[in-house]
């Protein structure tokens, strides 16, 4: 195959140019010049802004449909997001829904498979024709077909900020290099080490059924993407940090955008459903341990094992009804309004009356789970 055929010479040049100019040009700018705090400043706010609008809009409202948000919202990450030149939201959303139908299949425009750095950007370079499959949805969107349109026009003209920001200052260079050439080179790389620093490195707390890992060194890096297991396994839930302490920038901008009424209707998986799927991950890795225990010793410990296992995930399944059950009837006494305050306040008591037994039934299965774990582990370190 020539040259020509397999590489796609735009997409080619245009990545290893930008690269080649910012590893060039930001250190003879430090020599010569050094930095300002105006250079550094601005280059952090085009990082931020166009890559949360990748993280945000492109991949969290286009592609996976999280959350509605208001046609400012939409304008805005639509403009934003054509600055980071990784194509139109239409294109970007039609390759990542084909990503997570397929992944890590051959069929995966991205798979890690077939290593790291073609996932980090050689499928980008290459000449293949991945045409637009699985977007009817977003091509019913007439901001979302303006943006497919003129994408790279649109790009372009948000890319010069810097530019207009350095003719004010009197310094139009020093804001070309760390503003322009250096900031293009950032948000590709952040966007694409999700593709494959977070396929190849990190943890699976959720699920073992893909190469997708969390990894919590990637999270600030990439405007909290970086929890990238939790993300395949609920891919349509708002969130990528879903624990409070996890870094997720994009979250807590998204929370900020709700409470002003521009964003709104956000979907998120319980906390009783991510608690259970943590378990069934960790049952299954002390299995794998038992396996090394003589038949004798394992055998009782991995009946017990699955017994609590089992004891406790009904547990969970219990309270997370619960709380279903709760919220219908919070819908349904709010409709028929003030007038009924008496009666909701019965079922309220009458709820928490009926938590209280499930809380003391969950406290149980939980010490169960942790006796049978520590049994494990004891007769394991024993062996």
Known sequence: ???????????????????????????????????????????????????????????????????????????????????????????????????????????????????????HWTWVMEAKDHPLVGVADLEKDPLVRWQHRHHFLIGAVVATIPLWIGLGTGNVLGHLVFGLALRIVLTHHTTFFINSAAHMFGSRPYTDANTARDNWLLAPLTYGEGYHNFHHQWQWDYRNGALWYQWDTTKWLLNVLAWLGLVGQFRRVSAEAMTRAR?????????????????????????????????????????????????????????????????????????????????????????????????????????
């Open 279 to 383: 378990l069934r991950m960790e049952e299954k890795r002390l299995r794998e341990r038992l396996a090394l225990a003589s038949p004798g010793s394992a055998h009782p410990m991995r009946d017990r094992l699955a017994t609590a296992r089992l004891k406790l995930d009904a547990a969970l399944a219990a309270l997370h009804d619960r709380h279903e059950v709760l919220g219908q009837k919070k819908a349904e006494w709010r409709a028929k309004g003030l007038a009924k305050a008496e009666a909701w306040r019965e079922v309220k008591a009458e709820w928490r009356a009926s938590m209280a037994v499930h809380r003391i039934e969950l406290k149980t299965a939980w010490a169960e789970w942790r006796a049978a774990r520590l049994e494990v582990r004891t007769a394991l370190v024993y062996c």
């Open 1 to 119: 195959m020539s040259l020509a055929k397999r590489w796609n010479l735009l997409n080619t040049t245009f990545l290893t140019g930008t690269l080649a100019l910012a590893l060039v040009l930001v250190p003879w700018r430090l020599a010569t010049a050094g930095l300002r705090w105006s250079e550094v400043l601005v280059c952090l706010a085009m990082v931020f802004a166009i890559g949360t609008a990748i993280s945000g809009g492109y991949h969290r409202l286009f592609s996976h449909r999280a959350y509605k948000a208001s046609w400012p919202v939409r304008f805005l990450f639509l403009c934003l997001g054509a600055a980071a030149f990784e194509n139109s939201a239409l294109k970007w959303a039609s390759d990542h829904r084909l990503h997570h139908q397929h992944v890590d299949s051959d069929q995966d425009p991205y798979t890690i498979g077939k290593g790291f750095w073609y996932a």
